[in-house]
């Protein structure tokens, strides 16, 4: 048997339908509401360190489409502690959390994002123990490099993004800072180079400040006109 101990972010695809332990817990509170699953809200008690239930909460009537999705995920409803559903072969689990502590084993837990498959299916956020998903049989469909891969594409374009906003600031400055030479009828002619080395915020600051010397001649409709497109 190969060990394989996914990273945030891994997606794993479902082989076979599996039937797991969704607990009452305020991080399944979503996930569960939407498969029509509403209970009472716990409260912790600071001295048994236990959660408890808070009487007289009432519960919501179901509606039919809540039915419908309890009746294909089958959720059957197990005590006060958790609710049994089956997700069907197929499903796509984003890891997004996995909690393992020495001396806690009782909430070894992996947190998933479910992927939604159709107009009736259900999606969301969920996390189950340990125990249940080594149960889970499955095949990668975004592996450990596809996800080093995608955070340097998200790196890249948020890099470039960046890089945009300054290059359209740079721009504008230069746009007002002729027209005020235009306006004081001096040469036309300013070197934008070492405006690259500063900031954003030296060049936002800079921009205001051009800004407000061209109200002198032009209104500020004129202005935004001016550097309309850029």
């Known amino acids: 048997m190969k060990l394989f ?20 817990e305020s991080r399944n509170n979503q996930f569960l509401n939407r498969l029509g699953v509403y209970y009472p809200r716990l409260a912790y008690n600071p001295y048994t360190r236990k959660d408890y239930y808070v009487a007289g909460r009432q519960i919501p009537a179901l509606s039919t489409s809540e039915k419908a999705i309890q009746k294909k995920y089958g959720v059957v409803l197990s005590g006060i502690e958790f609710c049994t559903l089956t997700l069907p072969a197929g499903s796509e689990l984003t890891v997004s959390r996995i909690y393992l502590r020495k001396g806690v084993s009782d909430y070894d837990s992996v947190t998933f994002s479910l992927k939604k498959a159709g107009k009736d299916s259900v999606y969301g956020r969920f996390w189950i123990k340990l125990e249940d998903v080594n149960t889970l049989e499955v095949e990668v469909s975004r592996s450990v ?24 600031l740079i721009d504008q400055i230069v746009i007002l800072k002729l027209e005020i030479l235009k306006q004081l009828n001096q040469p036309p002619v300013y070197n934008p180079d070492n405006l690259k080395n500063r900031s954003d915020t030296d060049l936002e600051y800079l921009k205001r400040q051009l800004e407000n010397q061209l109200q002198t001649w032009l209104s500020r409709n004129q202005i935004k006109e001016l550097l309309k497109g850029v």
């Not at 101990?5 to 009452?24: M, R």
């Not at 594409?153 to 290059?167: A, G, P, S, V």
Request: hydrophobic share 30%; net charge positive; glycine share 2%.
């Open 145 to 168: 490099e596809d996800v080093k891969q995608a955070k340097i594409d998200r790196k890249k374009k948020q890099i470039e993004k960046e890089l945009r906003k300054k290059q359209s």
């Open 5 to 24: 101990i996914p990273t945030i972010g891994v997606s794993l695809k479902l082989t076979s339908p599996a039937t797991v332990k969704v607990y009452f």
